[in-house]
Structure formats: structure tokens, C-alpha cells
């Protein structure tokens, strides 16, 4: 079995909404364990492929490293302390608007209703409409439209009220 980062992107999105909560994949040359607990912190534990080429062997050591960081180091707030962070529930593509050639959900200055959509995460092909959970005003978009997020990574801070 080989398995290359996108696949392991794609995986860690697929089981992020999921109740499972550690899932091992094993194999002769490859062996990939993924735990979630209640902190929201996915640890990601990945061995190299013995046999594989190095292109493929490459990945899964970045993965882990690449993994475990995204949710313990998050970005420092620029703003107010009581601005809340609308984070992403899982790996995938943010996308600010509905289509292309659609305006975006909000930007900055918009006043939001809890419920409100205000972003698409796509994964694997399905897109997740982000709703924030607050009442209150955009101040800042973190994000790039197009730009691939991990989870937990913040996307839109909120000032709630």
C-alpha cells in the first residue's frame, strides 16, 4: 500500500466530522495511526515506506510534522482579545463565495447572525458550508480564497455582539 500526503489530507478530512476516534492502517511496507481525543488535537503517527520510491517515502514523515503544529501553534491575534475565532473544522480549500463568479459570503466590516454561512470548506470534492456560531461583526479574514486550511486553523475573527 502507498499513500501519498494528499491522501492523508483527504483521510484526516474525511474522519475529522466523524465520531471515530483512532483509526491504524497497516500494511507491509506502511503504517499510519490517526487519534482524536477531546482536546481537538489530532496527533498523526506515520512510518516511511520501506519499498517505496523516495517521491512517495517523502510525504508521510512531513505529514506528521506538518500535522501536529497546525493546532498547537496557531497564529497570534492582531486584534481585540475578545474577538472570537471561526476556525476550520477539517482540511480542504477555503472558498469565500458560493461560485467564482458569486460574491463572497461576508467581508470585512459585515455584520453576521449566528447560523450565517460564511464560508466553503471543500474536501473531497463535497463542499462544507462554515456557519458562525455567534452573533457580532467580521473584523478580519485570515484566509485567501483558494487557500488550502488545516483543521483548526483560524479563518475569520469575529467581535462578538
Known amino acids: 500500500m ?3 500526503f494528499q491522501e492523508i489530507r483527504e483521510l484526516l478530512a474525511a474522519i475529522a466530522p466523524t465520531d471515530i476516534t483512532e483509526l ?7 503504517e499510519l495511526t490517526v487519534k482524536k481525543g477531546h482536546s481537538s488535537v489530532m496527533p498523526l503517527a506515520a512510518a516511511a515506506p520501506a519499498v517505496a520510491p523516495v517521491p512517495v517515502a517523502a510525504p508521510p514523515p ?3 510534522a506538518a500535522a501536529a503544529p497546525v493546532v498547537d501553534t496557531a497564529p497570534t491575534p492582531t486584534g481585540d482579545p475578545k474577538w472570537v475565532d471561526i476556525t476550520s473544522p477539517m482540511v480542504g480549500t477555503f472558498y469565500r463565495s458560493p461560485a467564482p463568479d458569486e460574491a463572497p459570503f461576508v467581508n470585512m466590516g459585515d455584520r453576521v447572525a449566528t447560523g450565517q454561512t460564511v464560508c466553503i470548506i471543500e474536501a473531497m470534492k463535497l463542499m462544507n458550508e462554515i456557519d458562525v456560531e455567534i452573533s457580532g461583526q467580521i473584523m478580519e479574514i485570515l484566509v485567501e480564497n483558494g487557500e488550502p486550511v488545516e483543521f483548526g486553523q483560524p479563518l475569520m475573527r469575529v467581535n462578538p455582539g
Not at 25 to 30: D, G, M, P, V, W
Open 2 to 4: 502507498s499513500i501519498d
Open 24 to 30: 491504524s492502517l497497516k500494511s507491509e511496507a506502511f
Open 62 to 64: 512531513a505529514a506528521a
